[in-house]
């Protein structure tokens, strides 16, 4: 199929799917025919920028675009346009992916079933089924246009699973890469130390070409792994014999007692097949595990809380034509409004968990066992002393894979 055909189809699947779905935010579609037949150009003369020339591609709308307004799902920004690109969206456009539009999601990036929208709802459906199914969040509006086809591949942004969630309800490859290795410059943020912009694809060989193009250094963000880092790391890996087998561990505390019957069978067949490919499962700990949802839920709101300060009216946002608040507050009315709930409760509760009363019991805590279950994992993936040479013989004290 033609690049102009597939595209023609992703489009045409905007229009058929777009109202049953709400995958994307309400806009006008800027330049996508002529950017498409350039590219089309491009490839019937032989000189494609690269192997994303002419993708459409599908952008979290809390991912900053000049093309698009950047509404992060919320009243308060709803007519914010960003004079600037994030970092990832110029890396698509000199790669030659075509920005098909800006994705729903859950206000902020503050939900997991992408339904805390100022646009409403993502929906996702199964055919037969009657009734709408949830999409996952907060990168529902990604994941689902991928899945109906209405885009090549979307990014998204995952702090606590809102790449990984809606990838799995809605059927799709969803990649969160580590932290640090792709820029989150011109991502409006929801929790500074946890964010990281993802890819959604309907096959990983799709979401590797994403990834490749995106996972660069960048010097604005003060995040973003070094050069030298990743010249560092990559040599490191290169000594390793990647052809030999994986040693692949196991986390006895994922395997909870409340997993459903049907996960815990696609568990133990991902196994089974590791297995069948040559590759060794080790069972392995990670004791802090069991604390890492209740810290999750102190850290993220505590660092929201801090983040959305700046949305008053004033620097940015839509300024509410109302009185000013009780004691002349000037911008609690237009915070009141433009905020939605559940926004409002995270703020809340970060608040309070960094308030002086309460910050040594619930963030530094909190802080502690993220550190712990930091050297879990760091404990399970220990590599040998990177100064000595890799044995050839690889011994059961080594960490897994």
């Given at each position: 199929?033609?690049?102009?055909?597939?595209?023609?189809?992703?489009?045409?699947?905007?229009?058929?799917?777009?109202s049953r779905v709400n995958a994307f935010i309400p806009s006008k579609k800027r330049g996508i025919i002529k950017d498409l037949e350039d590219a089309n150009a491009r490839r019937e003369e032989g000189r494609h920028v690269s192997n994303l020339d002419g993708s459409l591609?599908?952008?979290?709308?809390?991912?900053?675009?000049?093309?698009?307004?950047?509404?992060?799902?919320?009243?308060?920004?709803?007519?914010?346009?960003?004079?600037?690109?994030?970092?990832?969206?110029?890396?698509?456009?000199?790669?030659?992916?075509?920005i098909a539009g800006k994705t729903n999601l859950d206000e902020f990036g503050m939900g997991s079933h992408s339904t805390h929208s100022c646009f409403g709802p993502v929906r996702n459906f199964v055919k037969g089924v009657k009734n709408d199914i949830s999409a996952g969040?907060?990168?529902?509006?990604?994941?689902?246009?991928?899945?109906?086809?209405?885009?090549?591949?979307?990014?998204?942004?995952?702090?606590?699973?809102?790449?990984?969630?809606?990838?799995?309800?809605?059927?799709?490859?969803?990649?969160?890469?580590?932290?640090?290795?792709?820029?989150?410059?011109?991502?409006?943020?929801?929790?500074?130390?946890?964010?990281?912009?993802?890819?959604?694809?309907?096959?990983?060989?799709?979401?590797?070409?994403?990834?490749d193009t995106i996972n660069d250094y960048d010097v604005r963000d003060p995040t973003s792994l070094s050069q030298t880092s990743r010249s560092r790391l990559a040599a490191l890996l290169s000594r390793r014999e990647r052809q030999r087998p994986l040693r692949i561990g196991?986390?006895?505390?994922?395997?909870?007692?409340?997993?459903?019957?049907?996960?815990?069978?696609?568990?133990?067949?991902?196994?089974?097949?590791?297995?069948?490919?040559?590759?060794?499962?080790?069972?392995?700990?990670?004791?802090?595990?069991?604390?890492?949802?209740?810290?999750?839920?102190?850290?993220?709101?505590?660092?929201?809380?801090?983040?959305?300060?700046?949305?008053?009216?004033?620097?940015?946002?839509?300024?509410?034509?109302?009185?000013?608040?009780?004691?002349?507050?000037?911008?609690?009315?237009?915070?009141?409004?433009?905020?939605?709930?559940?926004?409002?409760?995270?703020?809340?509760?970060?608040?309070?968990?960094?308030?002086?009363?309460?910050?040594?019991?619930?963030?530094?805590?909190?802080?502690?066992?993220?550190?712990?279950?930091?050297?879990?994992?760091?404990?399970?993936?220990?590599?040998?002393?990177?100064?000595?040479?890799?044995?050839?013989?690889?011994?059961?004290?080594?960490?897994?894979?």
């Amino acid at each position: 199929m033609s690049l102009l055909a597939k595209a023609e189809r992703c489009l045409l699947n905007q229009v058929h799917s777009g109202s049953r779905v709400n995958a994307f935010i309400p806009s006008k579609k800027r330049g996508i025919i002529k950017d498409l037949e350039d590219a089309n150009a491009r490839r019937e003369e032989g000189r494609h920028v690269s192997n994303l020339d002419g993708s459409l591609m599908a952008i979290k709308d809390n991912i900053c675009t000049e093309q698009y307004a950047t509404s992060c799902g919320s009243e308060i920004l709803k007519a914010f346009t960003s004079p600037y690109d994030a970092t990832v969206v110029t890396k698509l456009r000199a790669a030659g992916a075509i920005i098909a539009g800006k994705t729903n999601l859950d206000e902020f990036g503050m939900g997991s079933h992408s339904t805390h929208s100022c646009f409403g709802p993502v929906r996702n459906f199964v055919k037969g089924v009657k009734n709408d199914i949830s999409a996952g969040g907060s990168s529902g509006g990604s994941a689902i246009a991928v899945a109906t086809g209405q885009c090549n591949a979307a990014l998204g942004t995952d702090t606590g699973g809102s790449v990984r969630l809606p990838a799995a309800y809605c059927g799709i490859v969803g990649f969160k890469p580590s932290y640090g290795l792709v820029s989150r410059w011109g991502v409006v943020a929801y929790a500074n130390s946890l964010d990281t912009v993802g890819v959604l694809a309907n096959d990983s060989h799709d979401a590797k070409k994403v990834f490749d193009t995106i996972n660069d250094y960048d010097v604005r963000d003060p995040t973003s792994l070094s050069q030298t880092s990743r010249s560092r790391l990559a040599a490191l890996l290169s000594r390793r014999e990647r052809q030999r087998p994986l040693r692949i561990g196991v986390p006895v505390e994922y395997n909870i007692q409340e997993l459903s019957a049907m996960v815990r069978d696609a568990w133990l067949c991902t196994i089974h097949h590791l297995q069948r490919l040559g590759h060794s499962v080790h069972q392995v700990s990670l004791p802090a595990t069991k604390h890492a949802l209740s810290a999750y839920y102190v850290l993220a709101p505590a660092e929201a809380s801090s983040n959305l300060a700046k949305y008053d009216g004033v620097r940015y946002g839509i300024r509410n034509d109302d009185k000013d608040g009780i004691g002349g507050v000037l911008y609690a009315n237009t915070r009141g409004k433009g905020f939605g709930d559940e926004v409002k409760r995270r703020i809340l509760l970060g608040a309070y968990s960094l308030s002086a009363e309460a910050i040594d019991n619930y963030f530094l805590k909190a802080q502690k066992v993220r550190r712990l279950v930091q050297q879990d994992f760091n404990d399970v993936f220990a590599m040998p002393n990177p100064l000595l040479d890799v044995p050839d013989a690889h011994s059961e004290l080594e960490g897994v894979d």
